[in-house]
Nanobody, 115 residues
Framework: QVQVVGSGGGLVQAGGSLRLSCTAS????????MAWYRQGPGKQRELVAR???????NYADSVKGRFTISRDNAKNTVWLQMNSLKPEDTAVYYC?????????WGNGTLVTVSF
């Protein structure tokens, strides 16, 4: 059984920073891609950032230059450093791990950015 636990959300003022982390534990083979998604109020879930096992990254246009995704393959851990946060970044953030066969989702962590 695989467990994926994310953390690091909270309340921050616009312009501030937060760092999210997520770790997968249990019986899981080599993770190909790790990613962060988010779902804002009344919105569909969207991809925020993704990183593959060889370090290739891609970001949503809305977060480019402000967010940075990184990972530790040995620890099955992914981070999302979020800088210059804006109120429109307010959402529940979910981590996702993909081992080429299955998707594993984290529990979601709430990020609230105030004006």
């Amino acid at each position: 059984q695989v467990q994926v636990v994310g953390s690091g959300g909270g309340l921050v003022q616009a312009g501030g920073s937060l760092r999210l982390s997520c770790t997968a534990s249990g019986t899981i083979s080599s993770i190909y891609a790790m990613a962060w998604y988010r779902q804002g109020p009344g919105k569909q879930r969207e991809l925020v950032a993704r990183i593959t096992s060889d370090g290739n990254t891609n970001y949503a246009d809305s977060v480019k230059g402000r967010f940075t995704i990184s990972r530790d393959n040995a620890k099955n851990t992914v981070w999302l450093q979020m800088n210059s946060l804006k109120p429109e970044d307010t959402a529940v953030y979910y981590c996702n791990f993909y081992d080429r066969f299955r998707n594993f989702w984290g529990n979601g962590t709430l990020v609230t950015v105030s004006f």
